[in-house]
């Protein structure tokens, strides 16, 4: 189709397409592949999905369905009549898993297919430093090289024919020839491909798209193309255009993502924020600039770990207002750096509040506790370092949840937005299908929960401060507050202080 013509031609290095359902980004992204495994005999691709039941049930059907060539069960890789010529299919589930695999490949191209279910770029960074493969064009298009005077003559393999060659010179000779292969004869050499449907301000929007600040562009290899709704509509089943009617009543979120193409909503399934989120983008409330106020104060909250990351949120209560200014996270490091760290922001701060586990003891010279050491580092700055004691999750999320509607993300906070954005239920896998996901009660610990936390330890402060900041309270006897862990002292009164203001 003529629409799906530019991203199929396409040389660009870093290849994206985003677009609704019924797009055609599927196929047009496996006849790419196809065509640089047959353009440079003997390359090898990668094709990728997050879930193995997607890859399998998905992805392969089509691309065999497609290319008339059978995926093995056990090695999952086509391999072509020359013997040489690969491509392999993998699942990034198991990113551990996967991460090992990838180190033995040498690739000339990958491709993502919906880059939008990887809840970051981490995926893709990874093969940037794979794709890499020296690759030695067909002989018919090495004549044209030829022609254009490139090469002396065709050649075998180009890595026998730039090996003699000192190192500088042969680089700057396989720069001319891919040079002249990409501009005079408008092919492609080594890409990756990624096709996604859109899914709010994720990594592939803040990486490509041209409406955000920091987005890479041409210059930097990369090449982006939008999707329009209903482009490729006549071949669309009437059935499935009822469908969509419907969806558009009943789920007008997953209506507006996958069938308009609308970047303004997240619909995570799972996320316990995601809606709240949206609304936030669409409200101009996230990826603001200048929310720092310097008349005010700072307050931090803080998420804990040791092996796992810690992370603040540098937050600023204005009014009727919560304005998330700022957002660290780093793992391995003790309370001198992060204490160096808060000084380092030249922000006037109020007071400090961290959970509960910053009282346990460490063993070293002496034995003490975080909470010990960041209130001695603090101390001559006049700052309060709180504790916020155990409560229970399910509080914490309705919290959040209160909060959220009067909450603004300034741009150094887009880390932790993302958290917020991912922070989703644990998937059950043993009772999960690719159509049908069952989640777990609970909250799923990954790379996102940590900044969630955090977060969540605000909104728990929040609901017991007044709205401007200034005055903090004891959460008062109410027993359901609190976890599983928690037992009672005998105090008299049954008042806990969460905060331990007192302390």
Not at 151 to 180: G, H, S, Y
Request: aromatic letters at 10%; hydrophobic letters at 35%; one cysteine or more.
């Amino acid at each position: 189709m003529d629409f799906q013509w530019p991203f199929v031609a396409s040389v660009a290095d870093y290849l994206f397409r985003v677009a609704p359902w019924g797009d055609g980004k599927t196929l047009c992204s496996i006849i790419k592949g196809m065509f640089l495994s047959q353009l440079y005999p003997g390359n090898e691709g990668l094709i990728i999905r997050k879930r193995y039941n997607a890859l399998e049930r998905s992805t392969m059907q089509d691309f065999e369905r497609w290319t008339g060539m059978k995926v093995p069960t056990q090695k999952h890789t086509v391999i072509f009549p020359d013997g040489k010529t690969k491509i392999h299919f993998a699942h990034a589930e198991n990113l551990l898993e996967f991460k090992e695999g990838l180190q033995g490949m040498n690739l000339g191209w990958a491709y993502i297919e919906q880059g939008d279910d990887f809840n970051s770029s981490e995926v893709f960074d990874m093969l940037i430093g794979r794709v890499r493969r020296v690759l030695t064009p067909r002989k018919d298009v090495q004549k044209k090289l030829v022609t254009l005077g490139v090469i002396p003559k065709v050649v075998k393999r180009f890595e026998e024919f730039l090996d003699p060659l000192p190192a500088k010179e042969a680089a700057a000779l396989q720069d001319r020839i891919e040079t002249a292969i990409k501009r005079q004869l408008k092919l492609p050499v080594r890409q990756i491909i990624v096709i996604a449907n859109a899914c709010g301000h994720n990594w592939i929007w803040k990486r490509v798209n041209p409406d955000c600040r920091t987005s890479s562009g041409l210059k930097d290899g990369y090449e982006y193309s939008n999707g329009k709704p209903f482009e490729n509509i006549k071949y669309v089943p009437k059935q499935t255009r009822q469908s969509w009617s419907k969806m558009k009543k009943t789920s007008p979120k997953k209506y507006n993502r996958y069938v308009m193409n609308s970047h303004e909503d997240y619909d995570i399934e799972g996320s316990y924020y995601a809606e709240l989120m949206s609304d936030a983008l669409k409200q101009g409330r996230v990826e603001c600039g200048n929310l720092y106020d310097s008349t005010e104060v700072v307050y931090t909250f803080w998420d804990l770990g040791v092996h796992d990351e810690t992370v603040i949120w540098f937050v600023q209560f204005i009014r009727n207002e919560i304005h998330l200014i700022d957002y660290y996270s780093n793992t391995g490091k003790g309370m001198v750096h992060y204490s160096e760290l808060l000084t380092s922001k030249r922000y006037e701060y109020m007071a400090h509040y961290l959970p509960h586990d910053v009282k346990q003891r460490l063993q070293g010279e002496e034995i003490t506790t975080r909470l010990d050491i960041l209130r001695k580092l603090r101390v001559k700055k006049h700052e309060d370092v709180h504790v916020i004691e155990r409560h229970a999750i399910a509080e914490r999320i309705q919290a959040v949840r209160d909060v959220l509607p009067h909450c603004y993300f300034d741009n150094n906070s887009s880390d932790g937005v993302d958290c917020m954005n991912n922070y989703c239920r644990e998937i059950n896998k043993a009772k999960s299908t690719e159509e049908d996901l069952v989640f777990s009660a609970h909250p799923a610990h990954d790379q996102w929960s940590h900044g969630a936390d955090g977060f969540g330890y605000m909104a728990i402060v929040h609901q017991n401060m007044s709205i401007n900041g200034l005055c903090l309270g004891a959460t008062g006897p109410e027993p359901d507050r609190w976890d599983e862990a928690f037992v009672d002292d005998g105090g008299d009164t049954g008042v806990k202080d969460l905060l331990e203001v007192g302390g």
